[in-house]
């Protein structure tokens, strides 16, 4: 009586197992690939969403912005609020270096008051130059009701 052998439990020659084992191996490569790709693609969508949803770009575009009205407003400050600032002094350097010297009990304290001062002056004029801009170009942001 002959059985039909069933061609998986078929015996096999050494090449055909080593074909079967090569073909095997490729699938599994590949099939890794394909998750490896996904993968990728998941994480890629996932930041490209997260960029979208956080308003990366927008705070790119204004960190860029905001550097160069800084620069915009250090130039006008030192361009023109410094010099009347000079004129009415007489010179920053000297209201700089202006200092009030305080002894009691044989100590003595430095304050340098002309420092603060022009730093003052720096800080008010600078504010003032910024709302001038934002004023004269009209860049309030609208009030959200």
Do not use: C
Not at 85 to 91: D, H, M
């Amino acid at each position: 009586m002959a059985q039909k052998k069933d061609s998986k439990t078929e015996a096999k020659t050494p090449a055909a197992k080593r074909r079967a084992l090569r073909n095997q191996a490729k699938h599994r490569v590949e099939a890794a690939a394909t998750e490896s790709a996904q993968k990728v693609s998941s994480h890629f969508n996932g930041f490209v969403e997260f960029i979208k949803g956080q308003g990366i770009i927008g705070l790119a575009v204004g960190l860029a912005i905001g550097t160069a009205a800084g620069d915009t407003v250090k130039k006008l400050v030192e361009g023109f609020i410094n010099p009347i600032v000079q004129f009415i002094v007489g010179s920053q350097a000297k209201l700089s270096t202006a200092t009030w010297t305080f002894e009691a009990f044989g100590r003595s304290a430095d304050f340098a008051w002309g420092a603060a001062l022009s730093s003052a002056i720096t800080l008010v004029a600078t504010a003032l130059v910024v709302y001038w801009l934002v004023s004269l170009f009209k860049l309030e942001v609208p009030k959200k009701k």
